[in-house]
């Protein structure tokens, strides 16, 4: 069975950082561009930040261009979103996904999802 599992949110002030991991097995993960997105209450899910096959990465959300950084391991089938100088308006669950193809901001396109990891930050 394939499986993603997302890891690290929490409840941190305004300014701080945390560090998303999601962890895939399953898949040939190096087939695989994978993504976050992010749900924050009463909102509709938006794609925020991809890094493909080769290590390409793309952020769709201006807001966290210059503060989060997203990266892969294909060694040990990972993925990490690192966020700093976070702001309330970045509280969400964020989920990880996984598209054989490149990278896409269109959730429907994607083919595995894991569960959300709640992140809240505080003014």
């Known amino acids: 069975d394939v499986q993603l599992q997302a890891s690290g949110g929490g409840l941190v002030h305004s300014g701080g950082s945390l560090r998303l991991t999601c962890e895939i097995s399953?898949?040939?993960?190096?087939?695989?561009?994978i993504a976050w997105f992010r749900q924050a209450p009463g909102k509709e899910r938006e794609a925020v930040a991809c890094?493909?096959?080769?290590?390409?990465?793309?952020y769709w959300v201006d807001s966290v261009k210059g503060r989060f950084a997203i990266s892969r391991d294909n060694a040990v089938n990972r993925v990490i979103l690192q966020m700093n100088s976070l702001k309330p308006e970045d509280s969400a669950n964020y989920y990880c996904?996984?598209?054989?193809?490149?990278?896409?901001?269109?959730?429907?396109?994607?083919?595995?999802w894991g569960e959300g990891t709640l992140v809240t930050v505080s003014s």
């Open positions: 890094v493909g096959q080769r290590t390409d990465t793309v």
């Open positions: 399953g898949l040939t993960f190096d087939d695989y561009a």
């Open positions: 996904a996984a598209v054989f193809t490149a990278c896409i901001d269109y959730d429907l396109d994607y083919d595995y």
